[in-house]
């Protein structure tokens, strides 16, 4: 994360955040095309991998404190927009022969990209180490705004709603 403060209760940031793979696990089933096809109905289990990876830009508000308070602690907002950059990998624990079963629509097995702009809102606490430097905790959630369905995500509504916990160091210079 970046910021540029404007004044001493607030400014502009940027922030890059990459995420490990996430893991799901989803039972699926495929229902028979014709009547005369036995069984019916065939059941079996997606495991999903999902990373995210995304860049925000935005602005911080300090309600107490300000960016270069040498004592005491400050409390700050951020909001900003942001755009998500998703990668999901579904794996089918059987093969469906589509020539008899209808698969489901979404996940579909294989991987695949997606994007999201998210509004981001957040609070964050810190506290100075020194004259230039502080800890901070921040807690943030990106709120999905747009929706470009993706038949690799199992629901496409408000997906993915993520919420972030940080701790760092933010050095003035």
């Known amino acids: 994360m970046v910021d540029w403060h404007f004044t001493s209760k607030g400014g502009a940031y940027v922030s890059l955040s990459y995420s490990s793979n996430g893991n799901f696990t989803n039972q699926l089933s495929a229902t028979a095309k014709a009547t005369t096809t036995s069984p019916q109905e065939i059941s079996f289990t997606n495991k999903a991998e999902l990373r995210l990876n995304q860049i925000s830009l935005g602005f911080k508000h300090y309600f107490v404190g300000s960016t270069d308070a040498e004592i005491g602690w400050n409390l700050y907002s951020i909001t900003g927009f942001g755009l998500m950059f998703g990668q999901v990998t579904n794996r089918y624990s059987t093969s469906i022969d589509t020539s008899l079963y209808n698969a489901p629509a979404q996940p579909i097995n294989g991987s ?61 210079f």
Do not use: Q
Not at 132 to 147: A, M, Q, R
Not at 154 to 164: C, K, T, Y
């Open 112 to 172: 695949g990209h997606f994007k999201r702009l998210t509004l981001d809102l957040g609070l964050a606490w810190e506290v100075p180490l020194t004259t230039e430097i502080f800890l901070y905790v921040n807690g943030k959630v990106c709120i999905p705004t747009s929706d470009y369905p993706s038949k690799y995500l199992f629901v496409n509504d408000n997906a993915p709603l993520v919420g972030m916990l940080g701790l760092g160091i933010r050095i003035l």
